[in-house]
Structures are given as C-alpha cells and as structure tokens.
C-alpha cells in the first residue's frame, strides 16, 4: 500500500512538472461587435455616464410605450408593431446623429489641437505638459477630455496608462493617431516630434475640407433617402386616425404588405445611405 502511494505521489509530482513547462496563454474574450460600436457611439456623442444596457433599456421602453399608445388607438397589433419597431430605433438613432454631428464638428478642432500640443513642445513643454495644457487653452468641446487626462496624470504619474484612458473617452479615429502617435514619441526620443505633429495637422486640415466639401454635394442624396423611406409611414400614420381605413391591415394580407413594405423601406433606405453618404472612419488604432 505503502509503494502505491509513494507511486501515486512521484507520478503527480512528474506530471506537475510536465505541465509546469507549457506556457501558459491567457483567452481573450472578443466583445460583441455591437456592443463594442454603441460604446464608441455614446463616447463620440459626449454620454460617457450612458451604458449600452442603458441605451437598449430605453429603446425597450420606448418600444413598449408607442405599442400600448398606438394599439389603444387602432387595435390594431401588425400596425402597432410597426410603429413600436421604429419608436426602439428611434434612441439608438439620435445617439448615433449625435456622434456623426460631433465628429463632424471635431474633425475641423482636432487640428487646431495639434497646433496646440507642437506649440508648447516646441516652447520647452514634456508631453504630459502639453496635453495637459490643452484643458484650459485647447477648443472648447475637448477641455473637459483633457482636464480629466491631467487628473489622471497627477493622480498616478503613468503617461502610459493615462494616454489608454484619455483614448477611450475619446473613441475617436483621429484621436488614436494623435495618442500613438504621441505615445510613440513618448516612448522612442528623437527631435522628429515636431515634423510629424505638423504633418499630421496639414493632413487633417486637408481631410476635413476634402470630407466638407463631398458632404455638401452628397447631403441632397441623403436627405432624399429619409423622405422616401418616411412618406410612407406617415401616411400609415394618418391612416391610423380613421378606423375604417386601417382595419384593412387587421388581417394576414395587410400584414404581409406591412412586412414587405417595412423590408423594402429598410433595404432602400440602407442602399441610398451606402451610395450617398461617406463611409466613417473606423478605430484601427484602438
């Protein structure tokens, strides 16, 4: 009994050997693609207390509400859905305008930013000085961003981790270059820090009237899409204060003609917006 154990003993031990020489790799879980987007849309919307189970909590309610409303005034349930479906879109939708407006409107700011940050290296400044700097002397919408990064900096004195917090309340393209950029300087030395600050500026001031420009011409296209798709919804919706009119769609061929005409609507409207407007600039560098 006594060999078994002893047996027992030293084939754990060499097992746990064995596994001890295997390196050991930590699984990273990916995050929905979703929720990882509302996230960013909520950042660039300036919501940063707002959480996507927030935002999807309200679209539910708001869902909830416009089918009770709309059902007590038609009884009918195809119709009511329909309009409940565009009321918990309806949220995630302003969120999402917000942050297309925002980035629009800092997209002709982020410049005059790093004319800021070249400037006070240039006067003698460390780069946590100069970002630092930028929340009381940089563009009004982005002081509170880097008054927090001065926070943080004082708080711990790691510019690493300081430049990771600062990037993600940005969540904003152009901000990830600015901050590798800087974190790259930050971390290799050289003298060449101000040839790219200034070149970065010339190329964003160069994007931000090439992309102006474009938008101007394409924004009838645009607009042209949401009428189309909304016209018929409204007039569904005046429909819905005559009784007689709507009872059509209480019954399995009005809700076909809703399905259909609601997976038209959508498809169209996503085709306009795709040839219409610009794509986004999407976070490579996050």
Same mark, same amino acid.
């Given at each position: ?18 596994? %001890? ?7 990273? +879980?990916?995050?929905? /693609? &979703?929720?990882?987007? !509302?996230? $960013?849309? #909520? ?112 708080? %711990? ?7 990771? +917090?600062?990037?993600? /309340? &940005?969540?904003?393209? !152009?901000? $990830?270059? #600015? ?108």
């Amino acid at each position: 009994m006594t060999g078994i154990l002893v047996g027992l003993l030293l084939g754990s031990g060499l097992f746990c050997i064995w596994w %001890s020489t295997w390196p050991r790799t930590e699984r990273v +879980r990916e995050r929905p /693609r &979703l929720l990882v987007r !509302v996230e $960013d849309d #909520l950042a660039q919307a300036g919501h940063h207390t707002i959480t996507p189970r927030v935002l999807f909590l309200a679209s539910g309610l708001c869902s909830l509400f416009v089918f009770l409303g709309v059902f007590a005034l038609t009884t009918v349930a195809s119709v009511a859905f329909c309009f409940a479906a565009m009321a918990g879109w309806l949220p995630m939708a302003l969120v999402r305008m917000r942050a297309r407006r925002r980035r629009a409107k800092l997209r002709d700011v982020w410049p005059d930013v790093v004319d800021n940050i070249t400037s006070a290296v240039r006067a003698g400044l460390a780069l946590p000085e100069a970002l630092a700097q930028l929340s009381h002397r940089g563009p009004e919408e982005l002081r509170p961003v880097f008054a927090e990064f001065a926070s943080d900096y004082r708080t %711990s004195g790691r510019f690493a981790e300081s430049l990771d +917090r600062l990037k993600h /309340r &940005l969540s904003d393209p !152009v901000g $990830d270059r #600015l901050v590798e950029s800087l974190r790259i300087a930050r971390e290799v030395g050289g003298s060449d820090l101000g040839v790219l600050l200034r070149t970065l500026s010339s190329f964003l001031r160069e994007d931000a009237r090439t992309r102006a420009e474009l938008e101007t011409r394409q924004s009838w296209t645009v607009n042209a899409a949401r009428l189309a798709v909304g016209a018929p919804w409204l007039v569904l919706a005046m429909l819905c204060t005559r009784p007689q009119s709507i009872a059509a769609y209480d019954s399995r061929a009005g809700l076909v003609v809703l399905v259909v005409g609601a997976a038209l609507s959508i498809a169209a409207y996503r085709l306009m917006m795709r040839i219409g407007r610009l794509p986004d600039e999407t976070r490579v560098l996050r």
